[in-house]
């Protein structure tokens, strides 16, 4: 079975991290959410509260299929500062696992230097992170060598589809679309 870490830090996005973990799950995916710390009751950008699992230092990366970062500004600069965070990025990224960040947090990908040449983030966070291969809003998901990106809030649904689609095929993709109603997914 495939096992998805989503680590929260204050201040991530509710509607990305939660999106995420509910399509996963519906998809019948192990899914870790973890906090930066002993306090598991993390708050989000929205003062939405979210309990986690456990805490990131728990979490052994060679049973981890992929990471996904949600967005949000206070969450991702701790998630770029996080040294757990970034040694994770890093290794995931050396044994070629898959990496997903939505929103700002493609820039948590670029401090740990994990992110590729192609890839998509909230407008205007391609000006922190100072990058070419931006690819604005030509796709909802984009995806380079084992580093999927999205753009924010509106597209959570469809990058977890997406996500879905590459860790359980087109099928369960396809059923999980359909009982969404997000048609509107590609």
Not at 53 to 70: F, G, N, R, S
């Amino acid at each position: 079975m495939s096992k998805v870490l989503v680590p929260l830090a204050e201040g991530f996005e509710e509607i990305e991290a939660i999106s995420i973990i509910d399509v996963l799950r519906r998809a019948d995916i192990d899914v870790i959410v973890a906090s930066l710390d002993e306090n598991t009751l993390v708050k989000g950008a929205n003062s939405i509260f979210v309990l986690a699992d456990t805490e990131i230092k728990d979490v052994a990366v060679d049973e981890l299929t992929m990471i996904i970062l949600p967005g949000g500004w206070g969450g991702t600069n701790a998630l770029a500062k996080d040294k757990t965070v970034q040694n994770i990025l890093k290794e995931m990224d050396k044994k070629s696992k898959l990496i997903g960040a939505i929103c700002a947090a493609p820039f948590a990908l670029n401090s740990a230097g994990v992110l590729k040449n192609r890839y998509t983030c909230y407008p205007s966070v391609e000006e922190q992170i100072k990058k070419d291969g931006y690819m604005g809003d030509s796709a909802m998901v984009v995806e380079d060598e084992n580093i999927m990106t999205s753009r924010g809030p509106a597209t959570a649904i469809c990058f977890a589809l997406k996500i879905v689609k590459k860790l359980k095929g087109d099928e369960v993709y396809e059923m999980l679309k359909g009982g969404l109603l997000a048609t509107y997914c590609k």
